[in-house]
């Protein structure tokens, strides 16, 4: 019955693929089959010393870092970004989280980790979006790896002016100090995902 109503309403409204438009088949969730497979992955959670923890090197201390896929002008996998965060698609957040952490779990990417941090906004920003997109893609993460999610131990005192055009470098100067994380000592020798979204990273063209 269920299936009958949403291919009913799909018939007027239908779903489309965030990244092509094209509407979506049943069994297809946010992305189609085809979007799905041409996504340029970056595989980093297989390679050592990939260029996401070569970000945090000499800074903090790390075990791994990733990144799901490339983001390059003129790709429409931006659509999925612009989706996420400036078309109010919080969904697709945590089916990015989901599908993200499905292809994680096999190579232990998650073992060890005692709780996931998605990275705050400021509460200006929060109230303006409505929401913040790393917290729904941690909740897609949380959701397969079981990893419960902490929303308030990490408070963001600072707004930052938007990061978009600045190098790398000029990121990290200018996010210096605007975090506090509260009640450090919970804390105390555990292994903690911090989940971002996006962090540019340069790349091979895609
Ligand atoms: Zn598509």
């Not at 297989?46 to 090197?57: D, K, Q, S, V, Y």
């Not at 490339?70 to 089916?95: A, P, V």
Request: charge should be positive; charged fraction near 25%; proline fraction near 5%.
């Amino acid at each position: 019955m269920i299936s009958w109503i949403k291919s009913f309403f799909a018939l007027f409204f239908p779903q489309c693929c965030v990244v092509c438009e094209n509407p979506l088949f049943d069994g297809e969730e946010m992305l189609c089959i085809k979007c799905n497979m041409d996504m340029p992955r970056t595989n980093y959670h297989r390679i050592r010393g990939n260029p996401a923890e070569r970000l945090f090197w000499g800074r903090i201390p790390i075990e791994r870092a990733t990144s799901f896929f490339f983001y390059s002008k003129g790709s429409d996998f931006r659509n999925i970004l612009y989706s996420l965060k400036y078309r109010g698609n919080k969904e697709l957040g945590e089916s990015m989280g989901r599908f993200m952490a499905r292809e994680l779990l096999d190579c232990g990417f998650f073992e060890g980790i005692d709780v996931v941090i998605p990275v705050p906004l400021h509460p200006d920003k929060l109230a303006k979006r409505g929401y913040n997109q790393s917290e729904w893609i941690a909740r897609g993460v949380s959701a397969i790896t079981g990893v419960r999610v902490d929303t308030t131990s990490v408070i963001r005192k600072k707004n930052t002016e938007t990061q978009t055009r600045k190098s790398t470098f000029e990121r990290w100067e200018n996010v210096d100090g605007i975090f506090e994380l509260l009640n450090s000592e919970l804390f105390t020798g555990k292994h903690i995902l911090i989940y971002c979204c996006p962090v540019k990273i340069s790349g091979p063209k895609n």
